[in-house]
Antibody, heavy 119, light 107 residues
Framework: QVQLVQSGAEVKKPGASVKVSCKAS????????IHWVRQAPGQRFEFMGW????????KYSQKFQGRVTITRDTSATTAYMELSTLQLEDTAVYYC????????????WGQGTLVTVSS | DIQMTQSPSSVSASLGDRITITCRAS??????FSWYQQKPGKPPTLLIK???TLQSGVPSRFSGSKSGTEFTLSISSLQPEDFATYFC?????????FGGGTKLEIK
């Protein structure tokens, strides 16, 4: 079965960076894009960006442009999301999600990674 | 960005009841719309895609419909496992955006 397994919780200081991994199994890694979204406490989900796992092409939300970098390692079937210059408001649960075949939904999600930014 | 306005933000219902949740998009999004269920401490799961297509494995008591820019999730005959938070998402326009969520609680 399709599985996305993310790295563990992180605590960071303001100004630091965090890198979250998302290891995929149970499907052809290059066959589906991987997206990253986050949910801050009490807030709605927020799209951050996505990666074409075949080509490595990426596209980022304007809100995070310049601060987020999404990469992938096809041999490890793993996608990564790095967010830099962390602020307190970046405290959230970060999820990777597999894009549906038609690019209109997420049919599998990672378990989520809590990133806490605290001084 | 397309705004997704979801209502109600919370609803109380009893086992066996039928409920509906609505999401309204700020502009036409065709059928590039999906519904998700999320339970505390767990990732979301896909319920309905393309506005009205039931995801494989989802019980038939869940259904989705569309009228213009308004999308509706209906759950007939509520079961104990249905009490959760539901949210919507549009994928027609970049960036994808989400509704604010509806918490379904037991009355």
């Amino acid at each position: 079965q399709v599985q996305l397994v993310q790295s563990g919780a992180e605590v960071k200081k303001p100004g630091a960076s965090v890198k979250v991994s998302c290891k995929a199994s149970g499907h052809t890694f290059s066959g589906h894009a991987i997206h990253w979204v986050r949910q801050a406490p009490g807030q709605r989900f927020e799209f951050m960006g996505w990666i074409n796992t075949a080509s490595g092409d990426t596209k980022y939300s304007q809100k995070f442009q310049g601060r987020v970098t999404i990469t992938r390692d096809t041999s490890a079937t793993t996608a990564y999301m790095e967010l830099s210059t962390l602020q307190l408001e970046d405290t959230a649960v970060y999820y990777c999600a597999r894009d549906c075949w038609d690019g209109t939904c997420y049919d599998s999600w990672g378990q989520g990674t809590l990133v806490t930014v605290s001084s | 960005d397309i705004q997704m306005t979801q209502s109600p933000s919370s609803v109380s219902a009893s086992l066996g009841d039928r409920i509906t949740i609505t999401c309204r998009a700020s502009q036409d999004i065709n059928n590039d719309f999906s519904w998700y269920q999320q339970k505390p401490g767990k990732p979301p799961t896909l319920l309905i895609k393309a506005a009205s297509t039931l995801q494989s494995g989802v019980p038939s008591r869940f259904s989705g419909s569309k009228s213009g820019t308004e999308f509706t999730l209906s759950i007939s005959s509520l079961q104990p496992e249905d009490f959760a938070t539901y949210f919507c998402q549009q994928a027609d326009s970049f960036p994808r955006t989400f509704g604010g969520g509806t918490k379904l609680e037991i009355k």
